[in-house]
């Protein structure tokens, strides 16, 4: 059976592209008559925003969204929560600590930027040197989670090599992992990082198909890499092109009214935010309005655009009523 997820960040206001990527990532699981699940990516502390995971919930189920599991209906592999799945994290850790593969690191940001080596900038910054490779951890130590906390990230290596994967849209792509460098899986306080994570719990809550934005999609390789050092089947990827601005950036507010509590808060009713979102994708037409069950019957992934969608100030205004 076909198990997909939307995992949001209660970092900020979902916006249309949030909505837009999450709506395809449901369709796929019900026109597929598989399971959604919801679960909840909160280990940027620093980020996190008290009450905006039960805003971020909220404004899914208004527009027309449901899910099987997730941290407010529970479910099999709880908690959905990643803040309280960090010893889930431990284990993989250690297993990667055993392989050879992980090493502290104290390298700073301006360490890394520094570096002669380091002309690169990729997803996460800076290409890492490399620096301390030879700083293998010791997978005896009792807690990789707390080992050099403050002190150290735990890097794991990534050795060249080019990694082939089938995107279910993107068709044919191919990356090497050691072109953005040796890559963080657990931050200096202590936290699993964002690609070991994401690998662990869509490992555990069976995920067989991962629908997300197209800005991941380099990341795809380096979670091939930990999906096989840790024994766990690779799931179907599928990445969406995001929704830019007129000036070719990720929407914000100076886009105008794009996240979905202001187009609550103006009235714009859910089925117009739908039909809106889903023309996008073609799966709808211009200024239709449809609810999302209504979508289900029409989804085919050959109609979805394979390029990012410009949205104008205009495009934004008639969402709203009158």
């Known amino acids: 059976m076909t198990r997909g997820r939307f995992a949001p960040s209660p970092t900020g206001a979902l916006h249309v592209g949030n909505a837009r990527t999450a709506l395809i990532a449901w369709l796929h699981a019900r026109a597929t008559a598989g399971a959604f699940v919801m679960r909840v990516e909160d280990l940027d502390f620093g980020r996190v925003r008290p009450g905006f995971m039960e805003r971020q919930l909220d404004e899914l189920r208004w527009l027309g969204l449901d899910w099987d599991e997730g941290p407010d209906v529970g479910g099999p ?156 089947p690779v799931p179907d990827f599928l990445h969406v092109p995001l929704v830019l601005g007129e000036d070719g950036e990720r929407l914000a507010k100076r886009h105008g009214a794009v996240s979905l509590g202001e187009l609550r808060d103006a009235g714009v009713p859910p089925d117009a935010v739908i039909g809106w979102l889903a023309s996008t994708c073609a799966l709808a037409a211009p200024g239709e309005h449809i609810s999302a069950r209504e979508l289900v019957p029409r989804f085919e992934l050959a109609r979805l655009p394979r390029e990012p969608t410009i949205v104008t100030a205009a495009d934004l205004e008639r969402l709203r009523p009158g």
């Open 77 to 232: 592999h709880a908690p959905y929560i990643q803040s309280q799945r960090q010893e889930r994290y431990e284990g993989a850790l250690r297993r990667l600590a055993e392989l050879g593969l992980l090493f502290e690191c104290s390298c700073s940001r301006r360490d890394i930027a520094a570096a002669a080596s380091a002309p690169h900038v990729g997803e996460e910054g800076p290409r890492y040197s490399g620096a301390c490779r030879p700083r293998l951890v010791d997978p005896t130590v009792p807690s990789l989670t707390t080992h050099g906390r403050s002190l150290f990230a735990l890097r794991m290596r990534a050795d060249p090599g080019v990694v082939e994967f089938h995107d279910l849209l993107m068709g044919r792509c191919a990356f090497d992992p050691a072109a953005e460098g040796d890559f963080v899986v657990r931050r200096k306080d202590g936290v699993a990082g964002y690609q070991v994570a994401v690998v662990v719990d869509d490992g555990a809550m069976g995920i067989t198909h991962v629908v997300r934005g197209a800005d991941l999609l380099s990341s795809t390789a380096r979670q091939i890499l930990l999906y096989g050092a840790l024994d766990l």
